[in-house]
């Protein structure tokens, strides 16, 4: 059955999309284009197609001859490998796995969209007209077109998560993050003093918590 499912998954998926030119996208994606990926199914099976990842709408993406779509029945799925890189389901939504030893760290990449909304009076726009043309513009499915309409500014960021002995923990800044090691206090904020650890630097991120891990 499960052989079935991953097959009915991939069905409007064709080989002659994988020697198609790669196709620049915005912002609200992560990878720059689309490029050819694996997903591999939890049943075993590997399907390829041109993927990306739309932050905008938090859903793992294929191209289908210049198409784009959300990948059906993600809760099928085992991991999606894209340039390198895994995702995994998490919640719902793909997350990546950005380090693994005895703790593992997660980046859930997600997008904020400016609307431009519509002029009002004195030079200003409408907040309400803008709130209206954003669900809309969701609505409609254009979060999945490779270029945004004119006015719309993309704020691509992340959330992540630590799974520390079993216990998945989101953090939003650094502090966050030390908080998850109450028991270590003192040897992190030894570590702080010489170690400037932001939260936008990712390889920092990584480099903390292996220090944690050996202390």
């Known amino acids: 059955m499960k052989q079935l499912l991953s097959v009915i998954l991939f069905t409007i998926i064709t080989y002659s ?3 198609q030119q790669e196709v620049q996208v915005a912002s609200h994606y992560i990878f720059p284009e689309f490029t050819k990926g694996t997903v591999l199914m939890k049943s075993g099976t590997k399907n390829e197609s041109l993927l ?3 932050s905008l709408t938090e859903e793992m993406v294929f191209d289908n001859k210049g198409t784009m779509l959300a990948l059906g029945q993600p809760e099928l799925v085992d991991t999606v490998f894209v340039k390198g890189r895994r995702f995994f389901l ?7 796995l ?3 030893s005895k703790y593992a ?3 859930e990449h997600k997008c904020n969209i400016k609307d431009p909304g519509k002029p009002s009076g004195y030079g200003g726009t409408s907040q309400t007209s803008a709130t209206t043309s954003y669900s809309s513009f969701l609505s409609s499915g254009r979060a999945y077109d490779l270029k945004l309409p004119a006015g719309y500014e993309t ?3 992340i ?3 630590l799974n520390k002995d079993g216990t998945l923990s989101k953090f939003l800044n650094v502090r966050q993050l030390t908080k998850i090691f109450d028991d270590k206090s003192t040897a992190i904020k030894e570590y702080l003093k010489k170690n400037d650890v932001k939260f936008n630097n990712q390889e920092s991120l990584i480099g903390f918590i292996k220090f944690v891990e050996a202390n």
Do not use: D, H, S
């Not at 998490?90 to 990546?96: D, L, P, S």
């Open 105 to 107: 760290l997660y980046a």
């Open 98 to 100: 950005v380090y693994k």
């Open 155 to 157: 704020e691509p960021y």
């Open 159 to 161: 959330v992540y998560w």
């Open 52 to 54: 990306n990842y739309n």
């Open 90 to 96: 998490m919640n719902g939504k793909f997350v990546e």
């Open 17 to 19: 999309g994988y020697t």
